[in-house]
Every structure is written in C-alpha cells, then in structure tokens.
C-alpha cells in the first residue's frame, strides 16, 4: 500500500436514494496514469469526484467507506477541504479558465491559498513561470502574459487549466475527460504533457475513448452500473481480460 496514492475501502455513495457507487476497493499507484473506463452512467466520474469530496457540492449525497488519500482517511473529521483539494488538483472536460490574464489564472491559487501573507511578486513570478514551462506553454505565452486567458485556443486554455494547478503542489491530478472538447491535435498535445507530468504527479483521468485509454493509461479500472468490475494494467485489460463484461466492453459490444 505504500506505493499507492489512493486506496479506497468498501466505497459506497448514494444521490438521494439512488445508489451510484457500490462497495469499491481499488488501490491507484503512484505516479503512473489511471484510466477509469465504462459506458456513460456507471459511475466513473463520481468515483473520479471522491477522491477530492468534490461530490458534496452537490447536496443530498450520501458516501460510506473510506478513501485513503496519500495515507490519510479524507473523511476523519481533522481534515481540511481546502488543503485536500490543494494535494488533489482536478482539470475538468471543458477547459474553463478565470476571465482575466493568462498570469493571473497561474497565479490565482497561490495568491488564494497565501491570502495572509502577501507574496512577493519575485516568487509570484517564478511560479508562474514554473507552472507554464511545466506544461509546455510558456513559449507560447510569455510575450502576452497580460492578455485575456479566454483568448487561447482550446488546447492551450486546457494546458493554462493544469498549469494553473501546478503552483500549488499538488501530488494527485484528476482529470474528467479532459480532451473532450479537443481537436485530434489538441488532445494528442493533452496526452504528451500527460505523459511527461507522470512519475511527478500521479493522474487519474475518465475518458469514454478507448484508443486513448488504451495509447494513454498505464493501468484502467473498468466500471459497470456503480461496480468496479476489472483492475489492471492497460494491456492486459485489453488484450486479456479476466471478466466477460470487460470483454465485451473493451471490444465495442457493450455499452
């Protein structure tokens, strides 16, 4: 267990009455990159909402269990929201960056998360900096650092997106289809910076493509109604998989 990241222990959540995760234990390793797959409503992107309590925004949500987060139970009463979501960054399927600069969407999360202490602006600088040059923008970026964020394309705005978690050091970055409103240039370019950040972040990313499940995940977790039904590294999950429902699904006859 040492080398996980995640670990979550007889894991159940319901919306109201409706039971959308069903007593799932899995164990999310270290710096590598893991895909949640199935068909659409089986639950991935909640499961994907857990591990940051990301699903109690919503109200009338209900989860039993435990999630071990890099070693500590996210639900004992000692835990801080606002320091998980800081270890456990998420970039979500519609690039959505804050209406102002491409330097203040970097820096906003720091200049937040240091409210009482006012930074200097060197170290301001250089965490933005950091951050772009991490996710390959920063030679795109570095003359108009004062413009629009809005203005970038797609792709870049996804890129200022995970940037814009960077500064915070987190250890864990969710992704929940995040190539969906891409190109096919554009999310060839996600899945290259995905690539380089493993090892230094541990991801874990919903995607409904299985090409890219497949060309982009070093291990899959497949989910069917709430269940998880198979976990393995991405080739053998493909190539041979223990259960017939993975099979089927991996194979395009199912779901």
């Known amino acids: 267990m040492s080398d996980c990241s995640i670990v979550t222990k007889d894991l159940n959540l319901w919306y109201g ?13 270290e710096g590598i ?25 919503y109200g009338n949500v209900r989860t039993t269990g435990e999630i071990q987060v890099l070693g500590k139970n ?6 801080c929201l606002e320091e998980l979501r800081k270890s ?23 200049q937040v998360h240091n409210r009482r202490t006012k930074l200097r602006r060197s ?38 997106c995970i940037a814009r978690l960077l500064p915070l050091k987190p250890r864990v970055i ?3 289809e995040p190539c969906s409103a891409l ?6 370019a996600i899945e290259r910076l995905m690539d380089r950040l ?5 991801i874990v990313i919903v995607t409904h493509n299985m090409a890219q499940a497949r060309r982009a995940t070093d291990e899959c977790l497949y989910m069917l109604l709430g269940e998880l039904i198979e976990h393995g590294t991405t080739a053998d999950l493909f190539l041979n998989p223990k259960r017939k429902e993975t099979e089927m699904y991996v194979e395009g006859r199912y779901g």
Do not use: H
């Open 74 to 79: 996210i639900y004992d009463p000692d835990v």
């Open 33 to 57: 990159i893991t895909g949640l797959i199935g068909p659409s409503g089986c639950g991935k992107s909640t499961f994907l909402r857990c591990f940051n309590r990301l699903n109690e925004r």
């Open 88 to 110: 456990v960054g998420m970039v979500f399927q519609r690039p959505n960056p804050l209406p102002i600069s491409i330097y203040d969407n970097v820096a906003f999360g720091t």
């Open 198 to 202: 493993k090892g230094a972040y541990t």
């Open 174 to 176: 969710l992704m929940d």
């Open 183 to 188: 190109d096919g240039e554009g999310t060839m």
């Open 123 to 160: 170290i301001v600088d250089d965490a933005v900096e950091s951050a772009l040059r991490e996710v390959d923008l920063w030679g795109d970026v570095k003359d108009r650092l004062r413009a629009r964020a809005t203005g970038l394309t797609l792709e870049q705005q996804q890129k200022l």
């Open 17 to 29: 009455d409706f039971r959308a995760l069903i007593d799932i234990d899995v164990e999310v390793r």
